[in-house]
Structures are given as C-alpha cells and as structure tokens.
C-alpha cells in the first residue's frame, strides 16, 4: 500500500508496510502512481507511453530503475505481512492505569469532557485506602511487566496533593518485593501549584502535564474558576518554575484548541515564547452541537493552520530554536515497533482507569458511563470478557483501519471519542481521522525539509 | 539515487518480528489523554 501526496514542495511517497518514507521528483512522483505491484524489470510500456509525453526515455528509464530498487529491497510496494502477527492481538497484563485521585476541580473550563471534574458522579476525592488497593490491583494484573506507570489524574489531582504522597509511598515500598518500577506522572491544571508541591513532582513524577491553551485571551475565554475569572495569569508563573526547576524535557503543556481558536498555532508559538519546548495542543472532540466544537467544515482551516504551523517550526528548527510539538513528533527509525502499533491505545486491556469509588473503567474517558464499567479494586472483580473484547479493538478489528495508510501512526485511533462521537468503539470517528492524517502528513514533511538541509 | 531520496533505514516489518514485549509507555499516558497518536512514541528499547 502505498500513499503519496505533495506538501510544502516536496513529493512524498509513503510505503505504508514498511514504513519506508521517500521525497521524489516530479517523473518519479508520476510514474508510482501509475504502477502496481507487482513490478518487473523494465518499466510497463503503458507507463511509459504515457510518461513519455513529457519526459525523454533516457529519464523513464533511470526513474524506473530507483523505483525497481526500492521496490526490490521492500520499502515500496512491499507486502502486507502482518497479519501472521494477529494473535499477538490478545488479553495483555495491565500496565498502566489513570488513577482519578480527584473528581472535583477547582477551575471550570466550559470543554471538560468530565463535566467540570466530577464526571457526572458527583464531587468527591479518592482516599488513601481505595489508592492503594488500586496499586495491589496494577502489582498483581501487571503480571510480568516490570514497567508500570501511574498517572495521576483528575478533576484536579493537586486537590487531593497528601494522598498523591502517600500512593507514590506506598507503591515505591513495593517496587523490590514485586520487582516493578513505577512511573508516575501527573496532569494538573496548575493553580494549586508551590515550591513544596513543583519539588515533590520534579523529584517524583517521570512526567508531567501542565494544561494551559495558549493566549491570555484564548486560555481565559474557556479555562475559567469557578467565579468566572480567568487562569492565565495566576498558572504561567508557576508552569514557568516548574519547568526551570525541573531542568528537563519529560513534561508537557497542553492545550485543547476549539472553533474559538483555529489560529491555533499562534497559540503553540505563544507558549514557546513563554519559555516552553514541549508543547501540545489538541483538538477538541464534543458533541457537534456545542458552540466550541470542531466540525468537517471547519477542516479545511484547521489543515491550513497545521500547515503554517508546521511551516513555521521548520524554519524554527532551521535556526536552531526548534522545540517538540507532539503532534508533529515522529521517528522514522525507532518508533515504536509493529505490534505496537497494530494493538493501538491499550484501552481497557493494558490501561485501565480507577475513580474515586474503586471503579474501573476501561479509561478516563469511559468514566460515568456505568454500562462500561469493569469492576472495582474494593472487591478485586475485573470484567475479562470486557478485557477480551478491548483486546480486539485494534486496526484489524476497526471499521476501515485496515485499508488506511495512517494505520500504523494512530493505530484505530481513540476508542471513547469512536463510542461517544461514531456511535461504536469500533467504528473510528471520522473528524479525528481526518485530522490525524494531515498531522502525519505535515510531521512527515518536516522530516522532508529537515533532511533537505542535511 | 538520482531520483529519489529515502529518508529513513528502519523497515517497519522489522521490528514485528522482536516486537511486543509491552513494556513502553501506553500512548495516553504522555500527553494526549484525548486524541489517540501511538507512533509518536518511544521503543522502550531505543531510549
């Protein structure tokens, strides 16, 4: 399978088997989208005819060579081989697991897929009790995994900062008996931050994310308190001396960007400029009915601003000021191996989420929906059949993944956001797949322009 | 090559072949959390 396209000046033939990514020139470009495998020594007449409208046989030729060879080492036109490797498409331990220590927030951004923090269950914070049971849970279902990663998540986790200590306590006094070795990270929202709380998480926390949606204007518009204020001003400083204390690249800030902002890579500049390299902004996914919500019909400008923005961090890069989008983050060569990619997010068969109550959804985004629930850390029940069935929602069990060129970059994409918004944990939504493949394409183009420097 | 400029050496069916053993990081976990992207992550062997 192969995909080509032409972005910012460069031909791009993605071999999707192998992954194999290639920058033609225009005869090249032409003559791959006339052929299909298999291919033979000499270009087919047909082709050739009608490539030698424009260009000589001399030029036929030679392109025809370079495409031969790539094609006869496997990086175009390769095969599919993968399918030997579908029973590798099974019930795996559980390795990682989102731990609501808090379903309450102290901000009330209007977007929050958690209705403002309490998931629709009502406010309430974890106690230390329901924690550690959720970590004997992720010792004992982790199985043979030695790494194990924890996020702290919420609401707002820094609500519930003395029993963030003593999970991270506990789980450390077991790491030896259990031979495992936590990861923990955290996801705040940034307004309960200090110098105590900013060194206990440099010190604890393998990562870090730090919301915050860019602009004053564009943040304070939607990430608001409770008495309708904006957050900006108040979380800048504080993400500012995290990130200068914590002296590293292991964090990120995060932002949603909504129909209110499709300039939005003015937003990815402007934390830049506020001293931040790894940066990510992201799409908001809602109901299409909501005020702020993307639709197809904004695609056409969101694809534009992915363009300039991707645009404006190769000349960044160009400088020697380049810094990490996520989104646009992509290592040709050591990725993240096949299967990997063919298993997709893990939802609910590697990656679980535990609220305040002991529950397990398959995910963040499944708390609340009661139908989805797994089973609860309090009495060690777990949903195997709902396990199984999250181990098949891969990109060979997706409607349409398997014949997508993007598969082995987003791997069948969210499985919530395909419930909530297609109707069918197996059914991708559409918007988000769109959008994914003109983020791959301008990530892989950068790689193009990167290398046009070299 | 005259023509054609490959940018990267990985083969992809490469790394099936040794791949699976779990324990990289669950892609939600490094910033997402709402907008699935699995192959901007690291091979737990490359790191």
Known sequence: MIHQYQLNGYNIVLDVNSGGVHVVDDITYEMIQMLTPPLRGACPKDVADRLSEKYTKQEIAEAYHDVYTLYENDILFSDDEYEQFSDMMVSSPVKAMCLHVAHDCNLRCSYCFASTGDFGE????????????????????SKDRRNLELDFFGGEPLMNFGVVKEIVAYARSKEKEYHKNFRFTITTNGMLLNDPVIDYINQEMSNVVLSIDGRKEVNDRVRVRCDGSGSYDSIVPKYQRLVEKRGQDQYYVRGTFTKYNLDFAKDVMHLHELGFDQVSVEPVVSDPKLPYALTEADLPRIFEEYETLARQLIEKRKKGEGFNFFHFMLDLDQGPCAIKRLRGCGCGNEYVAVTPDGDIYPCHQFVGMEEW??????????DLKKKSYFAKANIYGKEGCKDCWAKFYCSGGCNANNLQYAGDVLRPHKLSCELEKKRLECAIMMKAAMADES | MKHIKTLNKANLKKSAAKGGCGECQASCQSACKTSCTVANQKCEHAK
Do not use: C, H, P, Y
Request: a positive charge; proline letters at 0%.
């Open chain 1, 122 to 141: 009502g406010r309430k914070l974890l106690d230390a009790e329901t924690g550690k049971k959720a970590i004997d849970f992720l010792l004992v279902q």
């Open chain 1, 373 to 382: 629930k797994m089973g609860s850390v309090l009495d060690n029940t777990f």
